[in-house]
């Protein structure tokens, strides 16, 4: 059964990286630890300023991720373009 889950999970990642492209889909996987601290804390652990202030960073490292503008040009064109 664990292995149709990850099985799934993969497969679901993989749509999501067809339709929003590879570097707004890595986004995804840095929000494991948010919610890995949200269930400990639903759990009863104690939750740290340290672990606040790395969920903060961890949240704000997405939103750059996802609202960046992207270059219409790809780098290796820009490169060649300034020389």
């Not at 948010?34 to 939750?47: K, L, T, Y």
């Amino acid at each position: 059964m664990v292995d149709g889950l990850i099985g799934g999970a993969f497969f679901c990642y993989y749509i999501i990286i067809e339709k929003l492209g590879s570097v707004q889909a890595s986004g995804a996987t840095y929000i494991a630890p948010v919610v890995a601290v949200i269930i400990g804390s639903a759990v009863g652990e104690e939750i740290t300023y340290a672990a606040i202030l790395a969920l903060a960073l961890i949240l704000g490292g997405v939103v750059l991720i996802q609202t960046g503008k992207r270059s219409t040009t790809p780098a290796s064109v820009q490169h060649q373009a300034e020389k």
